[in-house]
């Protein structure tokens, strides 16, 4: 269905402007009403609804993976326009203090009418002392 092709291929520009970091055209991307949850006890964990928090959360994103690159493993979309649902298995590598960092991640999108209204983000917190030797938990950036 072209709807779905259509929706595909707005994710994975929007991953690639993550990767390329232009927030500005992330961004856009969203509803000026999104929700974005993080789950976990993490240090991008959170839960947000305004769109300038959402920014302060890519920004932050970006200071501690600062050349995130993406793998989408699997991609189902589902639904009309006015009510589309993504969910996607996600490979990602950066570098974390100069050390090298792998993890995956399930993403849950909502969208309206091509625009992001919900954005839940699962990713492996537990499980991060096998990629690369690396600690098990990303460096503290609170008060941020």
């Given at each position: 269905?072209?709807i779905a ?5 707005l ?7 993550l990767e390329r970091?232009?927030?500005d055209a ?10 974005l949850?993080?789950?976990g006890d993490?240090?991008?964990g959170?839960?947000?609804s ?6 302060l ?12 690159r993406?793998?989408v ?16 298995h ?6 974390v ?26 990713e492996?917190t537990?499980d ?10 990303l ?6």
């Amino acid at each position: 269905m072209i709807i779905a092709r259509i929706a595909r291929h707005l994710y994975l520009e929007g991953l690639r402007e993550l990767e390329r970091n232009d927030l500005d055209a992330l961004l856009m991307r969203f509803d000026d009403e999104a929700t974005l949850i993080f789950v976990g006890d993490a240090p991008l964990g959170t839960e947000l609804s305004a769109s300038a928090d959402v920014r302060l959360w890519f920004e932050r994103f970006r200071r501690l993976l600062p050349d995130p690159r993406f793998e989408v493993q699997r991609l189902l979309v589902s639904g009309p326009p006015w009510n589309q649902r993504l969910a996607a298995h996600v490979l990602i590598s950066s570098t974390v203090d100069g050390e090298p960092y792998q993890n995956q991640f399930a993403h849950f999108l909502r969208l309206r009418w091509g625009k992001v209204t919900d954005d839940l983000i699962l990713e492996d917190t537990l499980d991060r002392t096998r990629f690369g030797g690396h600690s098990s938990k990303l460096p503290d950036v609170s008060g941020e």
